[in-house]
């Protein structure tokens, strides 16, 4: 049987990249998915190959950093699937070319609402209905390598996915006794459209000699996201090439 049979995922930033490789490999694993993105074109063309494929999901469209968007998109799953076993909270932007002293409040704040309060919103409601169900759920957090370690030009981003490591141990410690799992992958440089033009200045960082791919975030993504992972809480875990055991 397919690990993810009779179970519900939802996926935010589900139109590219990371997001359209865990719900394609979610739905492929026997997951009905909500597919979500701030660009409901995008979602809805992830959704049509599901779909298309015999799979079942639904695309809507959910802005990270708007808690009553991702509150829908968790109470969408109930409603239209009726349960929630798996949340990935994986929609982000990129931040680099800023400096810590001339970074503007504007820029700060747009990266912390969607690559934090964004994680914060989703742990929150996908929380709140796996613990109404009694569903011994996962939470999947989307940090980087830049929650581990940091990177010149990137000091929004280093701490929002810093504060995403954080995030997730103080909700694993509170979720953990009732059986809901929260954990964090961390990613080095792989092809998406987010890191488009740095490709040949960050490759050589990776001792591996290339880039990740998205299918190899996903890999990780659904191994937390599944039952065999059930002692596995509080925890970051790297698919980096060996970045950081350089
Ligand atoms: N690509 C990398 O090198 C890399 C490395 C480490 C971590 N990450 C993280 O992986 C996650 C996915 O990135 P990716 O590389 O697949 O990028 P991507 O640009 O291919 O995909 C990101 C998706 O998020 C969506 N999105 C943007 N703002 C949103 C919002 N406010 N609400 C909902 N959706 C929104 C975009 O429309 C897009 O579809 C991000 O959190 C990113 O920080 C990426």
Request: aromatic share 6%; hydrophobic share 50%.
């Given at each position: 049987?397919?690990?993810?049979?009779?179970?519900?995922?939802?996926?935010?930033?589900?139109?590219?990249?990371?997001?359209?490789?865990?719900?394609?490999?979610?739905?492929?694993?026997?997951?009905?998915?909500?597919?979500?993105?701030?660009?409901?074109?995008?979602?809805?063309?992830?959704?049509?190959e599901i779909?298309k494929s015999?799979?079942?999901?639904?695309?809507?469209?959910?802005?990270?950093?708007?808690?009553?968007?991702?509150?829908?998109?968790?109470?969408?799953?109930?409603?239209?699937?009726?349960?929630?076993?798996?949340?990935?909270?994986?929609?982000?932007?990129?931040?680099?070319?800023?400096?810590?002293?001339?970074?503007?409040?504007?820029?700060?704040?747009?990266?912390?609402?969607?690559?934090?309060?964004?994680?914060?919103?989703?742990?929150?409601?996908?929380?709140?209905?796996?613990?109404?169900?009694?569903?011994?759920?996962?939470?999947?957090?989307?940090?980087?390598?830049?929650?581990?370690?940091?990177?010149?030009?990137?000091?929004?981003?280093?701490?929002?996915?810093?504060?995403?490591?954080?995030?997730?141990?103080?909700?694993?410690?509170?979720?953990?006794?009732?059986?809901?799992?929260?954990?964090?992958?961390?990613?080095?440089?792989?092809?998406?459209?987010?890191?488009?033009?740095?490709?040949?200045?960050?490759?050589?960082?990776?001792?591996?000699?290339?880039?990740?791919?998205?299918?190899?975030?996903?890999?990780?993504?659904?191994?937390?996201?599944?039952?065999?992972?059930?002692?596995?809480?509080?925890?970051?875990?790297?698919?980096?090439?060996?970045?950081?055991?350089k």
């Amino acid at each position: 049987m397919a690990r993810f049979t009779g179970k519900v995922a939802a996926v935010t930033g589900a139109g590219s990249g990371i997001g359209a490789a865990a719900a394609l490999r979610f739905a492929a694993e026997g997951a009905a998915v909500l597919v979500s993105d701030i660009n409901l074109a995008s979602a809805t063309q992830v959704a049509a190959e599901i779909s298309k494929s015999g799979g079942r999901a639904v695309a809507l469209r959910t802005d990270v950093a708007s808690e009553s968007d991702v509150a829908a998109l968790v109470d969408r799953a109930v409603a239209e699937f009726g349960r929630l076993d798996v949340m990935v909270n994986n929609a982000g932007i990129g931040g680099l070319e800023t400096s810590v002293d001339t970074i503007e409040d504007a820029a700060w704040r747009k990266l912390m609402s969607i690559n934090l309060d964004g994680v914060f919103y989703g742990v929150k409601h996908a929380a709140r209905v796996m613990k109404v169900a009694k569903v011994r759920g996962s939470i999947v957090n989307v940090s980087s390598i830049l929650g581990l370690v940091a990177f010149e030009h990137a000091v929004a981003y280093t701490a929002a996915k810093h504060g995403v490591v954080g995030l997730t141990k103080a909700a694993a410690l509170e979720l953990a006794p009732l059986g809901i799992r929260v954990n964090t992958v961390n990613p080095a440089f792989i092809k998406t459209p987010l890191i488009a033009g740095l490709e040949e200045a960050v490759l050589p960082l990776h001792p591996a000699a290339r880039l990740g791919t998205p299918e190899e975030v996903a890999a990780l993504i659904c191994f937390l996201g599944a039952d065999e992972a059930s002692f596995v809480t509080g925890a970051s875990y790297l698919v980096d090439g060996g970045y950081v055991a350089k």
